[in-house]
């Protein structure tokens, strides 16, 4: 008897869960901790999993966890919170091109407030995005062990099909690079994919990495002029109109 093929998904993808073939990560875990045997199974592993139950799915699943997927280190990623981590560990391809699943925590601040229809939010997507790009120059594009701080300097983006709550993959290609005296510029093109499909949804972005020391400077540089420039407004805004004459 063949497995039963599944898709697991988080437990709030409510309208995605309607269709035939999914299944929530919540019903799984219980017909898995109620002895259902793994084998039994043909499992692929959406979005929406938190790091427990993920967790609890690779001790249920034994040998048969293959595909759980894992999270990448916060502190690449730039976050505090481990629940707002969207992306897997990074891979390289080639020269230049790298890749990372597509991981979401349906606890995840983008996704906290906004979730509407079945697919995956743009806004959830750019910030993935924002991950991987950073999360590839800090391993594998700068050396050295200084402190510093990304600056965007645009992003553009275009979306072509939706990102449903299933297995899904972003690549990274760098496609132009330069170093200035204030820091390194890259201009990258990321790609997010469900399987070998074109990309669905993409990102190109132009960014700066700079000292942290600098970058703090000229932030706070930067504040000192918009906070004069408001009082000198309201100060203005004060002044008892002259009368003529």
Request: hydrophobic share 45%; with cysteine.
């Amino acid at each position: 008897m063949s497995p039963e093929a599944l898709v697991v998904v988080g437990d709030r993808f409510e309208e995605f869960l309607a269709n035939r073939g999914t299944i929530p990560v919540s019903a799984l875990l219980d017909r898995l901790r109620g002895g259902e045997p793994p084998e039994s199974l043909a499992l692929a592993f959406g979005q929406g999993l938190t790091e427990a139950q993920l967790a609890e799915l690779r001790a249920l699943l034994g040998r048969a966890a293959v595909g759980v997927p894992d999270r990448a280190e916060r502190r690449l990623t730039h976050k505090h919170r481990a629940e707002n981590v969207l992306i897997g560990p990074v891979a390289r391809l080639a020269e230049g091109r790298f890749t990372a699943d597509l991981v979401l925590d349906e606890r995840v601040e983008v996704l906290a407030d906004h979730l509407t229809g079945q697919h995956i939010p743009a806004i959830t997507l750019l910030e993935a995005a924002r991950q991987l790009w950073t999360v590839v120059t800090e391993q594998y594009l700068i050396a050295g062990t200084e402190r510093t701080r990304f600056v965007i300097g645009s992003v553009n983006s275009s979306f072509h099909s939706f990102v449903f709550p299933m297995p899904a993959t972003l690549r990274y290609e760098l496609l132009d690079h330069a170093t200035t005296p204030v820091g390194a510029v890259y201009h990258c093109r990321i790609g997010v994919h469900h399987g070998e499909e074109p990309a669905a949804a993409v990102v190109e972005a132009e960014y700066r990495v700079i000292p942290e020391k600098l970058s703090a400077k000229q932030e706070a540089m930067a504040a000192r002029r918009a906070i004069a420039a408001q009082v000198g407004a309201l100060r203005a805004a004060e002044e008892p109109e002259s009368v003529p004459a």
